[in-house]
């Protein structure tokens, strides 16, 4: 089993540009989530999702936006990329059932010049 | 909403002594807390946790203390090794199946040969 993969693993962007960053899993894991690494910010969560075809947002949603159209894959996109949005990206997935680990997968770098 | 504080930010220890890393919540109604070591460059992989029902969990070197009246909970690494070098974050969840992590800021963790 791969476990979470993510694609790309870098990204430079231009202010204004527009990505989608990839996140799959083959454990067939009921729950994923986006989160975003900052320098002495921790992890926080952008949205996350518990089902395919649902979303919800976290605690920092705006300037995101997500689908999950297939149960293994969870898309992050970004529509009009900002400097505040460089970060490192990583996503999560969960088997579904109480108290379970968050398995992540190894991050996307993104700088927004 | 559930607010995190993690300390210290940076700690410094001899191999062979203890670490301890310290945790407060805010929400009361928390019932899952878990800690993922990061090394440098990789993804946050679980470590422990802990549920509310529970004052201290070990394994092996590692142990975990909740002191729910007072909401806060430890980490403590016994006969530290060079490898135990890297970043601790903290996470506090009310999880009823979905667990809407919200992470401490980290530690960053050496230990000098």
């Known amino acids: 089993n791969a476990g979470v993969t993510q694609t790309p693993k870098f990204r430079v962007l231009k202010t204004g540009q527009s990505m989608t960053l990839l996140c799959a899993q083959d454990m067939n894991h009921e729950y994923m989530y986006w989160y975003r690494q900052d320098p002495g910010m921790g992890l926080r969560l952008i949205h996350y999702s518990v089902g395919e075809g649902t979303t919800a947002k976290g605690e920092v949603p705006d300037g995101y936006n997500v689908s999950r159209l297939k149960k293994q894959n969870f898309l992050l996109g970004l529509e009009s990329a900002a400097p505040s949005q460089t970060s490192v990206y990583f996503c999560?997935?969960?088997?579904?059932?109480?108290?379970?680990?968050?398995?992540f997968g190894p991050g996307t770098r993104l700088t927004v010049l | 909403g559930e607010n995190v504080e993690q300390h210290p930010s940076t700690l410094s220890v001899q191999e062979g002594d203890s670490a301890v890393i310290k945790c407060t919540y805010s929400d009361s109604a928390s019932n899952y807390f878990p800690w993922y070591k990061q090394e440098l460059g990789k993804r946050p992989q679980l470590i422990i946790d802990i549920r509310s029902n529970v004052g201290e969990k070990k394994d092996q070197r590692i142990a975990v203390t909740l002191n729910k009246t007072a909401k806060h909970f430890s980490l403590h690494i016994t006969e530290t090794q060079p490898e135990d070098s890297a970043v601790y974050f903290c996470a506090a969840s009310i999880d009823t199946g979905f667990q809407k992590l919200v992470f401490g800021t980290g530690t960053r963790l050496l230990v000098s040969p």
């Open positions: 999560a997935s969960s088997p579904g059932l109480t108290y379970n680990e968050q398995f």
